[in-house]
């Protein structure tokens, strides 16, 4: 069974550091206390909105403990592996228009 253990207050802090040092404007629907229902709304550089979700512990590999969030772009137009919430920022805001 999925569980969403690993997204922590600490996790979201690093995605929320994340995506306001890479220039985005995000908010998220205050969910933390329970990461199956949190949601974090992004606006990248292009105006394009953006959904961030944690992944579920069933998508997290051991081989990279730090990825645990997944950004669909739209209408789910462009959906991202599970990636770390460095990585998360970078992809929306280097994604080309």
Do not use: K
Not at 36 to 59: E, I
Not at 89 to 94: H, K, Q, S, V
């Amino acid at each position: 069974m999925a569980t969403f253990a690993h997204i922590t207050p600490a996790r979201c802090t690093q995605l929320n550091r994340a995506l306001t040092a890479a220039g985005l404007a995000w908010s998220d629907n205050g969910r933390q206390d329970d990461p199956q229902y949190l949601t974090y709304s992004v606006t990248d550089p292009h105006r394009r909105a953006w959904a961030v979700s944690p992944a579920t512990s069933n998508q997290i590999t051991p081989s990279r403990p730090a990825s645990l969030w997944q950004a669909m772009c739209g209408n789910a137009s462009h959906h991202s592996p599970v990636l770390s919430a460095r990585a998360v920022a970078a992809l929306m805001r280097e994604f080309p228009s």
